[in-house]
C-alpha cells in the first residue's frame, strides 16, 4: 500500500515518464569543450579532474605553433570532443597566421558547448599572450559567446588560506577586465570563476573544489550541451542528504580518477533548475516532488544503463 495520495503518484509517475522519453531523446547527443590558456597552466589535468579519468595526455608537448587540436572521447556511453588550443596563450616566436587561425576557429564555433579560460591562480598578472587568446577569442566566436565560459583557476595550492580568496578576486577581476574591452562589462562580469587544484581535493579555504567547478560548468554549458554532460558524469554525482554531518577533513592527495562529485545544498539547487530548464521539466509542486524523489529511484534503477542512472540521479533533486 501506498503512503502517498494516489493523485500525486500518478502526477509523479507522468513526469518520470516524460523525463525517461526527453533523456532517450538526448542519449546520442554529445558536448563539446574547447580550452584556452598558456601550455602547462594546468587546462588537460583540470579536464581529467573532472571527467574522472585521463581524457587528456598531461604535460605533453610544448607547442611551436598556434594550432587547433580535436580529441574524441567517449564517458557513460556519451561522447564528447575537447578541443584544445596550443599555442593560442603562449609566447611563441613565431606567431601562425592570426586571419587563418580565426578561420578555423570559426569553423568550430556552432560545436563548442563550454568554454574554459584557465590560468594559474598564483600568477598577479594576465600575460600579453593572455590578453592575445582572449582577444582572438572574442572575435571568432562573439562577445556572446563568453556566456558559456568559466574562468579557471589551477595551481589554488600554491596560495595560503588567508591570501586565497583575495587572490581569486583580483584575478578574476583583472581577467574580466580584459575580457570587457570585447563584450562590454555586462557580459564579462557575468563569466563565473572557480579555483581548482589538481594535486589536492581541497583549496586552501578547506572547501572541496570538485563539486563547484563540475556546478560552474554545468550552470554555463550551452542547452543542447547540458544533458549529454549530465549524463557522461551521472554515476559519479552526489547529492547532498538532507542531513548530513558536515565532516572537515584534510586530505592532500591528487585527486583519486574516481573521485565523486560531491554537491552542496546550493549546488545542487543550480544543477537541478538548469536541468529543469533544458528538459523543459513540467514544474512539480512540492508534494508530487517528494513523490517523484522516493519512486524516481526504483524507476531508474528498473530502467537500468546511463538513462535510468539519470532518471534516479534528476529525480533525487526533485525529492529534496
Ligand atoms: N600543483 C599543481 N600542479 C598542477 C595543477 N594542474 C596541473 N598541474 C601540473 O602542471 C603540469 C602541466 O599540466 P597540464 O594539465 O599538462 O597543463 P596544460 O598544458 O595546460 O594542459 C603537469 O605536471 C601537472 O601535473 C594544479 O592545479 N596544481
Ligand atoms: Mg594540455
Known sequence: MSVFNSNDEKQAINWLESLKEKLQARQDKKFTFLLVGRTGVGKSSTVNSLMGKT??????????????????????????????????????EEVGNDYEYLERMRSDVSQVDSMWFVSRLDETRVTNDEKRGIKLISEAFGAKFWGQAVIIFTFAGAKNASDYPIALEKRTELIRKEIAKYTGIGIANNVPSVAVDNNSEITPDGEKWLGELYTQIYARISAK????????????????????????????????????????????????????????????????????????GPLGAAVGGTIGAGIGLIAGFFGL
Not at 78 to 87: A, R
Not at 277 to 286: D, K, N, T, W
Open 55 to 92: 581524457v587528456a595526455v598531461v604535460g605533453d608537448y610544448e607547442p611551436c605553433t598556434m594550432d587547433i587540436k580535436k580529441y574524441d572521447n567517449e564517458l557513460n556511453g556519451i561522447n564528447f570532443t575537447i578541443i584544445d588550443t596550443p599555442g593560442l596563450c603562449d609566447d611563441l
Open 225 to 296: 550541451g547540458a544533458v549529454p554532460f549530465l549524463l557522461a558524469n551521472v554515476e559519479r554525482i552526489k547529492r547532498p542528504e538532507k542531513e548530513r554531518e558536515v565532516i572537515i577533513e584534510k586530505i592532500y592527495e591528487p585527486v583519486p580518477t574516481y573521485a565523486p562529485i560531491e554537491l552542496n545544498q546550493r549546488q545542487a539547487a543550480v544543477v537541478r533548475n538548469k536541468t529543469n530548464e533544458v528538459l523543459g521539466l513540467a514544474s512539480a509542486g512540492a508534494s508530487v516532488g517528494a513523490v517523484i524523489g522516493s519512486i524516481g
